[in-house]
């Protein structure tokens, strides 16, 4: 069954958990996520982003097969658009049937960033769909894994607390994805969070937040800052790097011909265990 972003958020508030987000390239893609979700009997949300993966394949067709199959799940599913860049992204993911879009503005100015996003808010209301936003950085550039030792000029990128309250009152967003040491992509260090920060934008806005880079860190650290206020944590990339791994030892193994397929069944069997093994860490399970 599809809900919105905000329903599934209602969800991980009342039990304390955070939900897992999953990126998506590919159906057995897909597959991986609900099967694991399924198997746990835990709620999901599965995203797209079209800026990173558009490349691998179109948002046309990955969409329709996450909607698809989202509506055929036995758990609550959220599908959603991760990073839109444009009106135009979030308007082809709302018509597509996604329940949630999340509009990156981070880039731009404060009012802009604001302007747009309520206009993202807006248009998403009319299809009955949740909206995440950004402010701060999280972009490998601006961060000591890509060589920077700086501690004040890393902490200046990260989301301020009283203009993440400022921006959420003045934009209406259901959840707010903050910039506290996390970045997309493999980790060259090991990340310092900063977990209080957390804290302190959950108190003031009011809102769910979001970790994006969440491959990479630590269970201890994921636990920190769920009970912080993390209600949405971002994965994909260290899974992909998996199953290519795993991939790897089976194609070693064999003997003879080894068929495309198979190459598909060994990466979808790989993510549905990274999977697994990360929602059970979100959401508390033994």
């Known amino acids: 069954m599809i809900i919105s972003l905000g329903a599934i958020l209602e969800i991980a508030e009342a039990r304390n958990i955070a939900i897992a987000a999953f990126n998506v390239t590919t159906l057995e893609g897909v ?21 990173a993966h558009s490349g691998f394949i179109s948002m046309d067709v ?14 609550p599913v959220c599908v959603h658009l991760d990073h839109g860049a444009n009106f135009a992204e979030v308007q082809q993911a709302l018509e597509l049937g996604f329940s949630s879009v999340m509009y990156d503005g981070s880039t731009l100015s ?24 950004e402010i701060g950085s999280m972009g490998r550039e601006e961060f000591a894994s890509a ?9 200046s990128c990260y989301t301020d607390p009283d203009q ?4 959420v009152a003045e934009t209406g967003v259901d959840a707010l994805a903050c910039s506290f040491g996390t970045v997309h992509g493999i980790y060259v260090k090991a990340p310092k969070l900063d977990i209080e920060r957390i804290g302190e934008i959950r108190e003031k ?5 979001v970790m994006h880079g969440g491959s990479g860190i630590s269970d201890e650290d994921f636990r920190k800052c769920i009970e912080q206020g993390v209600r949405k944590i971002n994965f994909y990339t260290y899974a992909a790097k998996d199953a290519g791994a795993y991939i790897k030892e089976k194609l070693n193994q064999q003997e003879g011909n080894v068929y495309f397929h198979d190459i598909a069944v060994w990466g979808r069997e790989s993510m549905k265990k990274t999977y697994m093994d990360t929602i059970k860490v979100f959401s508390d399970l033994k």
């Open 147 to 155: 060589g920077a030792d700086d501690q004040d000029e890393i902490e």
């Open 31 to 51: 597959e991986a996520v609900l099967a694991a979700a399924e198997e746990l009997n835990q709620p999901v949300i599965l995203q797209f982003a079209n800026a």
């Open 164 to 167: 993440a309250a400022e921006f």
């Open 110 to 133: 404060f009012a802009e960033n604001v302007a747009n996003t309520r206009a993202v808010v807006e248009l998403a209301e009319a299809y009955g769909a949740s909206v995440e936003a």
């Open 62 to 75: 990955i969409g329709s097969v996450m909607v698809d199959m989202a509506e055929k799940s036995t758990v």
């Open 205 to 209: 806005t009011g809102v769910p937040i």
